[in-house]
């Protein structure tokens, strides 16, 4: 299957504030370097001499032993870790401890080959991961829990959770009690377990957008029992595992609240999937209320665009606007208008090309209620006489 990664995203994110400064500020800003032609001889002992408003400035190259923070820098002095001249690669059995500090960016470095997590932050807030990597974990790879404010974006995550089914945690896991979370323009891919996994948040406010997540045993999206979630304008292909959906929505058992609400999907194209393009499911009990499933693109995946196994359902739930390229569904509990079921006219699927050709029944066909402004490229919807079915506005003038 041929994805197509989706650029020129713009990413709006709000400045934070936070609780009590985290360490003494010192003179002045500092940068502190690190590698062949720099002060400090190893990343640890810069990160233990920053202070916060410090730049932690790291010569491209690989740096063993990994990184474990003690000290956090203060609202509106982060301490930095940057990667200079390229990606600096930390290596070594710890990976990247964030522990429960905050104010803290890494940008241009990539943590590889943890026999743990290749990122763990407990308690943890105001984080930043820009151009941010992980590259092989025994366990997840880039782990929130209980932790706040955070920017995860332009990251690659890859090869983790190598210990399948027995490691702890996901690719990407925002879990237990984190909130605040944007996760935006990065591909997620080749993992062990999930790629991206909202789990256990029942005020969660997470943005799960523009990213790339193809070749996970899967779910490669999941949100499990959590509250206010945005998932929109992804791209999503290829699980692995037969049970498995594109995205999934779910109550599991470990769940305590047992509810799923509030969650929005749009403008998303799920494909090629080893189960369904998206899936609602309860491993025993629990309910799912107010859920908005609008404007997306389900096709070529092996057991149908939607698969329902779930018991109960309140409030408003809706499925409006979605092209069901694998056949009719059964929309169950959910109130269904304006879908399509069917080859609308996809311009090139066999390349990954699921724009609608000129002359879809598709197009124009679509209802505005709920309609996103948008579609998955950025366009803004309506292009013609109405709005699109599916994850794409038309193209032609």
Known sequence: MSIRVLAGVALLVAAATGPTAEGAAGPGPRTRHVGPHGTYPSVQAAADAARPGDTVAIEAGTYPGGLTVHRGGSPGHPIRFRGEGGTAVLTGAGGLAVGGHGWLEFTDVTVSGSTRFGVYA?????LV??????????????????????????CDIRGTNARGTAADHEALSIASGSSDVEVSGCHVHDNGEEGIDVKYDDAARVKIHHNVVTGNRGPNIYVDSSSTVDVYANVVGGTREATKAGIGLAVEDYSESRLLSKVRVFD???????????????????????????????????????LIDADRFTGTNTLRNNVFG???????????DHNFAGNPGFADPARGDYHLVEGSPAVDAGSPECAPAFDLDGAARPAGAGFDIGAYERRWP
Not at 122 to 126: I, L, R, T, W
Not at 129 to 154: E, H, K, Y
Not at 326 to 336: N, Q, R, T, W
């Open 326 to 336: 694998d056949g009719p569904v059964d929309a169950g509990p959910f109130a269904a």
């Open 268 to 306: 998303n194209l799920s494909t090629g999937n080893a189960q369904a393009g998206l899936s609602l499911w309860v491993e025993s009990t629990g309910t799912m209320r107010d859920l908005t499933i609008v404007n997306n693109t389900f096709a070529g995946n092996a057991r149908g665009s939607l």
């Open 129 to 154: 991961f820009d151009r941010f990597g992980v590259d092989g974990s025994r366990d997840g790879g880039l782990v929130l829990v209980g932790t706040r404010r955070v920017r995860i974006t332009g």
């Open 122 to 126: 407990e308690g943890a807030h105001d």
